[in-house]
């Protein structure tokens, strides 16, 4: 368990300070694939490298396993780093040296002995599936597989944490999926605890079961992925689901209303799991003297369950419409009015 207690952090450059976090509190639960999102310079890298004591909160802790990782020896920590595997955006690799040494690199630095040192080397490279190119060098590589070395590299003290600071941010839309595929497989077939830094909400849909949206150093908004993405609270997480997940209508649509004469209101339903939504457009039809009509309709999936977001448009006088909305406020779903602005 990682766990982030009231953590603020100051830069000090020249005679400005830099306030880079601020009362972060965040616990990241064995097993999890966490996800931290934000603009650049929202904290996210500060926020990370703490893991590892890269950096040093200005106030409040880092625990890992119930240790402040502060207060820990030289030695101490040295053994919580072989523990805690770092990739990189930029992947930093050593140009000069083949992928087999490049991945060889923290070993060697443990004294590891010769032979366990290839055995170790070997099953990593085969285990993101490079084996062919361990006499390649870096410059040799896409940018794809200049990241599994990295994340092979980070693998090879045999950690329990993985943190990944943009790992996927210099990829291409179809290197990402690999690269988050196999962060997949790191998590579930090594048990590893991931917690990965993005600006990418993609990312964090596509691979994670917790987030945090940061803000100015900030959290402002945290919960399981389904939670968040399917009932984002702050207008900055709105914005980062949004991109992924639509949920107004569109402009063409809009317009067209402006003509619609007829007394009308706008609904917006969001359905998790088993989609309901023609059970109750056809409950709607047959027992009340409006009209329906879909207006928007987005359908996602989101760890491995289904989120339903549709617009309606429900036509008719207003007492037969209060008493629509009384229904649909009687199914235990998630909706609200929508207005056109
Ligand atoms: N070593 C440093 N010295 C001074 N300012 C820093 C340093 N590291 C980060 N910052 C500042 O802290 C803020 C947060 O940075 P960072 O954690 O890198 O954000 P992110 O990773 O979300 O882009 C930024 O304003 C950045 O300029
Ligand atoms: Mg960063």
Same mark, same amino acid.
């Given at each position: 368990m990682i766990k982030f207690s009231d953590i603020s952090k100051t830069f000090q450059?020249?005679?400005e300070t830099v306030q880079a976090l601020q009362h972060v509190s965040l616990t990241i639960q064995d097993g999890d694939i966490f996800g931290v999102i934000g603009f650049s310079g929202a904290g996210k890298s500060t926020l990370l490298r703490m893991v590892n004591a890269l950096e040093v909160p200005t106030e409040g802790k880092v625990e890992i396993d119930g240790k402040n990782i502060d207060a820990l020896s030289h030695n101490e920590l040295r053994k919580v780093r072989k523990k805690?595997?770092?990739?990189f955006q930029q992947f930093n690799l050593l140009d000069s040296r083949t992928v087999y040494d490049n991945v060889a690199i923290p070993l060697r630095l443990n004294h590891t002995e010769q032979t366990a040192m290839h055995t170790t080397v070997t099953k990593l490279l085969e285990f993101v599936n490079l084996a062919d190119k361990a006499a390649a060098y870096p410059p040799q590589l896409?940018?794809?597989q200049k990241q599994r070395v990295g994340i092979a590299r980070a693998l090879a003290t045999n950690p329990s944490i993985l943190l990944c600071d943009e790992a996927t941010?210099? %990829?291409d839309p179809e290197t990402t999926e690999q690269i988050l595929q196999l962060l997949e497989r790191i998590n579930k077939e090594l048990n590893i605890t991931i917690l990965i830094v993005t600006h990418e909400i993609q990312v964090i849909q596509r691979l994670c079961n917790r987030v945090a949206v940061m803000e100015h150093g900030r959290v402002v908004e945290t919960g399981s992925v389904l939670e968040v993405f399917s009932n984002p609270q702050q207008p900055m997480t709105r914005r980062f689901v949004q991109t992924v997940i639509p949920d107004t209508i569109p402009n063409s649509v809009s317009n067209e209303l402006k003509n619609?004469?007829?007394?009308?209101?706008?609904v917006k339903m969001r359905f998790l799991g088993k989609n309901a939504t023609e059970n109750v457009l056809y409950h709607i039809n047959t027992n009340y003297e409006v009209e329906t009509?879909? %207006?928007?309709?987005?359908v996602c999936e989101l760890q491995h369950t289904v989120l339903g977001i549709f617009i309606i448009q429900i036509t008719g006088n207003e007492e037969n419409i209060r008493q629509v909305l009384q229904y649909i406020d009687s199914l235990n779903l998630q909706w609200q009015e929508v207005h056109l602005s």
């Amino acid at each position: 368990m990682i766990k982030f207690s009231d953590i603020s952090k100051t830069f000090q450059v020249k005679n400005e300070t830099v306030q880079a976090l601020q009362h972060v509190s965040l616990t990241i639960q064995d097993g999890d694939i966490f996800g931290v999102i934000g603009f650049s310079g929202a904290g996210k890298s500060t926020l990370l490298r703490m893991v590892n004591a890269l950096e040093v909160p200005t106030e409040g802790k880092v625990e890992i396993d119930g240790k402040n990782i502060d207060a820990l020896s030289h030695n101490e920590l040295r053994k919580v780093r072989k523990k805690i595997g770092m990739v990189f955006q930029q992947f930093n690799l050593l140009d000069s040296r083949t992928v087999y040494d490049n991945v060889a690199i923290p070993l060697r630095l443990n004294h590891t002995e010769q032979t366990a040192m290839h055995t170790t080397v070997t099953k990593l490279l085969e285990f993101v599936n490079l084996a062919d190119k361990a006499a390649a060098y870096p410059p040799q590589l896409s940018g794809g597989q200049k990241q599994r070395v990295g994340i092979a590299r980070a693998l090879a003290t045999n950690p329990s944490i993985l943190l990944c600071d943009e790992a996927t941010s210099a %990829l291409d839309p179809e290197t990402t999926e690999q690269i988050l595929q196999l962060l997949e497989r790191i998590n579930k077939e090594l048990n590893i605890t991931i917690l990965i830094v993005t600006h990418e909400i993609q990312v964090i849909q596509r691979l994670c079961n917790r987030v945090a949206v940061m803000e100015h150093g900030r959290v402002v908004e945290t919960g399981s992925v389904l939670e968040v993405f399917s009932n984002p609270q702050q207008p900055m997480t709105r914005r980062f689901v949004q991109t992924v997940i639509p949920d107004t209508i569109p402009n063409s649509v809009s317009n067209e209303l402006k003509n619609e004469t007829r007394n009308y209101k706008l609904v917006k339903m969001r359905f998790l799991g088993k989609n309901a939504t023609e059970n109750v457009l056809y409950h709607i039809n047959t027992n009340y003297e409006v009209e329906t009509g879909v %207006l928007f309709a987005t359908v996602c999936e989101l760890q491995h369950t289904v989120l339903g977001i549709f617009i309606i448009q429900i036509t008719g006088n207003e007492e037969n419409i209060r008493q629509v909305l009384q229904y649909i406020d009687s199914l235990n779903l998630q909706w609200q009015e929508v207005h056109l602005s």
